[in-house]
């Protein structure tokens, strides 16, 4: 008998990726190897019917907030860390396009020649089309992070989760790697996790999911198949944070 293929547990989601993630072992840049196994994972779950977009960051490249601690303008860091993030999206966009899936970047800050501008309706056809949708440039402003930005495109898109990719598999009460007695928590609310200051995400990006209640999972994104798992159910990968 032939095995009936998995049904995906949501319509249309939208994961947000570390720019660091993207360096794989590397100690700056965007590593192939990364690359090539995240468009893998996407391509798994695109072919289940399910509408994808990206927020990417840039910590591969460049960090506006420490050079501001050093004494560059925060304005302009943060604005060519969202010149660093259309890097990044167009290398996804590349990646996903070379294993036989279509793609679009959006940015929020005008560079028509290599991308377009966020429009959402825009948005929202190009994943109705089915293709792959990378948000760059965060908010278009300074002083927001990337992880608000994802937030408020989870909001903007209707998504019915978000991901959160990290390198480890989950909120923990502390930092795994320093704390060998820390524990992972399998469930917490958006208060819990803005009490506790767990730093999953920021605290502008965990309110506006609280306030919006956008279902949030954070994973580890090196684990193989774990994203075609979490989109077909399986609730045992991560954390899961809701209102």
Do not use: W
Not at 111 to 135: Q, S
Not at 175 to 180: A, S, Y
Not at 224 to 239: E, W
């Amino acid at each position: 008998m032939n095995q009936q293929p998995a049904k995906p547990a949501y319509k249309r989601i939208l994961l947000k990726i570390s720019g660091e993630a993207l360096m794989g072992d590397l100690g700056f840049g965007i590593s192939p190897d990364v690359m090539t196994f995240l468009a893998n994972e996407l391509k798994e779950i695109v072919d289940l019917g399910v509408q994808v977009a990206l927020v990417v960051g840039a910590g591969n490249i460049f960090r506006g907030e420490g050079l501001a601690r050093g004494g560059m303008d925060r304005v302009t860091g943060d604005q060519m860390g969202m010149l660093a993030t259309v890097i990044n999206a167009l290398a996804i966009q590349d990646a996903i396009e070379r294993i036989g899936l279509e793609a679009r970047v959006q940015s929020a800050i005008r560079i028509n020649e290599v991308c377009e501008d966020f429009i959402r309706r825009k948005a929202i056809r190009h994943l109705e089309k089915g293709r792959v949708l990378v948000f760059a440039a965060g908010t278009g402003n300074p002083f927001f992070t990337t992880d608000s930005a994802a937030a408020l495109r989870a909001i903007e898109i209707s998504a019915d989760l978000m991901l959160k990719a990290t390198k480890v598999d989950g909120i923990y009460t502390a930092d795994p790697k320093k704390d060998p007695t820390a524990t992972r928590y399998d469930e917490l609310t958006y208060d819990e996790a803005l009490d506790r200051r767990l730093g999953v995400m920021d605290q502008t990006a965990l309110v506006l999911c609280r306030d919006h209640k956008v279902r949030l999972r954070v994973y580890d994104m090196d684990r193989p198949k774990a994203l075609h798992r979490i989109i077909t159910g399986d609730t045992s990968l991560g954390t899961l944070v809701r209102v």
